[in-house]
């Protein structure tokens, strides 16, 4: 499979070594000069047409303009666009985006929800709570970012977050909770069902 990557940062560059590694081929575009190309415009059209999917690495208020810049070349590509999938002001666009590319198929990256430990944990929960209702649900994240911070990095002004955690651990609560009780906890302003926890030391 002949993937391209765009944006060879730190993400960008462990799916680029994981794919090569895996035995697939990479196409790199960043505007770092060791990247295979500067720009998505700049990938001739017959390598665009052996491209199988593409990954969407660049910082998250790139996402849009590189989702789009792939579409108007290939309108049918498969894309995985790294988490958040666009800043918050741009949703509506994103969507009417992929509405007009109804044969392009795009995902966000995910990893959490499709942990298979995470699997084996709400498994076990939902086991328990048959018997042992769930009355409080308490996921934390402790992380050193403090040197991925000083460099510019985890800091989201757009999502209020320090990082991306945030998400993951949406992810993980989803897989505890019934499909109905996730949807309250996003609907309620101030949930009570759960308690979540970051820190960076």
């Known amino acids: 499979m002949r993937v391209a990557i765009i944006g060879v940062g730190r993400i960008g560059g462990l799916h680029v070594g994981n794919l090569r590694a895996a035995g697939h081929r ?45 579409l108007t070349r290939a309108s049918a590509a498969r894309v995985l666009l790294e988490k958040p999938a666009v800043i918050p002001s741009e949703l509506a666009a994103l969507a009417r985006t992929l509405a007009e590319y109804p044969d392009a198929r795009v995902v966000v990256n995910n990893v959490y929800a499709n942990s298979s430990a995470v699997h084996r944990l709400a498994g076990a929960v939902r086991r328990l709570s048959a018997t042992d209702p769930i009355r409080r649900i308490t996921i934390e994240f402790t992380k050193n970012r403090l040197s991925d911070v000083a460099a510019g990095r985890f800091v989201d002004t757009d999502y209020g977050e320090v990082g991306y955690e945030w998400f993951h651990m949406l992810a993980i609560l989803q897989k505890l909770l019934d499909p109905e009780d996730y949807s309250a906890y996003l609907a309620t302003p101030r949930p009570g069902i759960t308690s979540v926890y970051v820190s960076y030391w």
């Not at 998505?40 to 590189?66: F, G, K, N």
Request: net charge negative; aromatic share 4%; hydrophobic share 40%.
């Open 26 to 70: 990479t196409v790199t575009v960043d505007r770092r000069s060791e990247a295979d190309f500067r720009d998505v415009r700049e990938v001739p059209d017959t390598l665009v047409a052996q491209i199988d999917a593409w990954v969407v690495s660049t910082p998250t208020r790139l996402h849009l303009h590189t989702l789009r810049q792939i």
